[in-house]
């Protein structure tokens, strides 16, 4: 009787035991994936060989996917197990011997489907003339000019240089040359090319920098302005006036314009510009006092020393005057 009496106990002690063991975890979340097809191709025209209005089909294409490059690819290809959702195409080409950046797509992604994109960059060409003007009023070009787009050098180039392949849209272009011994730039400057279409472009390199001047005279800007630039002067024309090939280094600018019979003057002392740069400049104009005639007359003066200094080149700058009287 006790035998079985203890069993009795220990089946309830077993059926406990076996009530409270955990679940199982559940099996992991299956990722639902599909894929992207991606083609790419060209829009060009005759002037790059190809028919207008046919797409040149490239062979291999550059794809960039959520941030992560893949690098060059065949086109078309299919990428696999790309997970549900929105993911960022972008892409790039290897054209005329250039890297170029193509259009970028948002595409969504849905469960075991193949989702399509189709790339299609425009492309138009740019024609540069590059000249120089040589002091005397000769205007030369140059054989070969280096060429600078969208800050990638190209290297040297024929000139005049006419780059295919360009994509739509806004870039900059810069040139440089040494000249008889003297470096040239062109200053970097923006051009629009659109499909099918050849922008022309006409740069003047310079020797130095470029300063492009304006003066204010009662808070308006005055339509003619004369400048002189470091003992240089130009005559009074239209504003703004240009003045190309400054030398890299500190340049005193004096600015005089007329208001009726009102000679009006003002000057700029603290002038720097560099090879390639163009350095914008206004000068507040005043009324030049009636009884001096000019700010600063041309005349020289001796410092203690017995250096002779014009007062014209020396505007704004302060000037020790030593003065002796004797009977």
Same mark, same amino acid.
Not at 4 to 12: C, E, G, R, T, V
Not at 188 to 193: A, I, K, Q
């Given at each position: ?6 069993l009795?106990?220990i ?12 679940p ?10 599909g894929s992207i097809?991606?083609?790419?191709s ?11 209005g +046919?797409?040149?089909? /490239?062979?291999?294409?550059? *794809?960039?996917?959520?941030?992560? %490059?893949?690098?060059?690819?065949? $086109?078309?290809i299919?990428l696999n ?5 929105p ?10 011997e ?8 948002t595409?969504e992604?849905?469960y075991?489907?193949t989702?399509s994109?189709?790339i ?7 024609s540069?003339r590059n000249?120089?003007?040589?002091d005397?009023g000769?205007?030369?070009e140059?054989e ?9 050098s190209l290297?040297? +180039?024929t000139?005049? /240089?006419?780059?295919?392949? *360009?994509?739509e849209?806004?870039? %900059?272009?810069?040139t440089?040359? $040494?000249?008889?011994?003297r ?5 970097p ?13 006409n740069?003047?390199?310079?020797a130095?920098?470029?300063i492009?001047?304006t ?23 239209g504003s703004?006036k240009v003045?190309t ?5 500190d340049?005193v ?19 720097y510009?560099?090879?390639g740069?163009?350095l ?8 030049v006092?009636?009884w ?5 007359p041309?005349?020289?003066?001796s410092?203690?020393?017995g250096n ?6 020396n505007?704004?700058?302060?000037i020790?005057v030593y003065?002796?009287s004797?009977?």
């Amino acid at each position: 009787m006790m035998k079985y009496k203890f069993l009795i106990y220990i089946l309830p002690l077993l059926l406990l035991m076996s009530c409270g063991d955990s679940p199982t975890d559940p099996p992991d979340t299956i990722l639902s994936t599909g894929s992207i097809e991606i083609s790419s191709s060209v829009e060009t025209n005759a002037t790059d060989g190809v028919e207008a209005g +046919l797409g040149l089909v /490239v062979p291999s294409q550059g *794809i960039i996917l959520d941030g992560e %490059d893949l690098g060059f690819k065949p $086109n078309p290809i299919v990428l696999n197990d790309i997970m549900s959702g929105p993911h960022r195409i972008e892409t790039y080409f290897s054209l005329a011997e250039r890297i170029v950046d193509g259009p970028s797509q948002t595409v969504e992604v849905t469960y075991k489907n193949t989702m399509s994109v189709q790339i299609v960059v425009n492309v138009g060409v740019i024609s540069i003339r590059n000249f120089i003007n040589i002091d005397g009023g000769e205007q030369v070009e140059p054989e070969s000019i280096g060429v600078i787009l969208d800050g990638d050098s190209l290297g040297f +180039l024929t000139n005049p /240089v006419t780059l295919h392949m *360009i994509p739509e849209g806004s870039h %900059d272009i810069a040139t440089y040359v $040494n000249y008889a011994g003297r470096d040239y730039v062109g200053p970097p400057r923006g051009v629009n090319v659109s499909l099918g279409e050849t922008s022309a472009m006409n740069i003047e390199m310079v020797a130095g920098g470029v300063i492009i001047a304006t003066a204010r005279y009662n808070g308006q800007v005055v339509s003619e302005l004369g400048l002189k630039l470091d003992g240089e002067i130009s005559e009074i024309s239209g504003s703004p006036k240009v003045i190309t090939n400054v030398s890299s280094d500190d340049h005193v600018l004096v600015a005089w314009a007329m208001d009726d019979t009102t000679r009006l003057e003002g000057w700029d002392t603290d002038i720097y510009v560099a090879t390639g740069e163009t350095l914008y400049v206004q000068i507040d104009l005043q009324v030049v006092s009636p009884w001096v005639g000019m700010h600063a007359p041309d005349i020289y003066c001796s410092d203690i020393d017995g250096n002779s200094h014009s007062l014209s080149e020396n505007w704004g700058k302060v000037i020790y005057v030593y003065y002796f009287s004797y009977t």
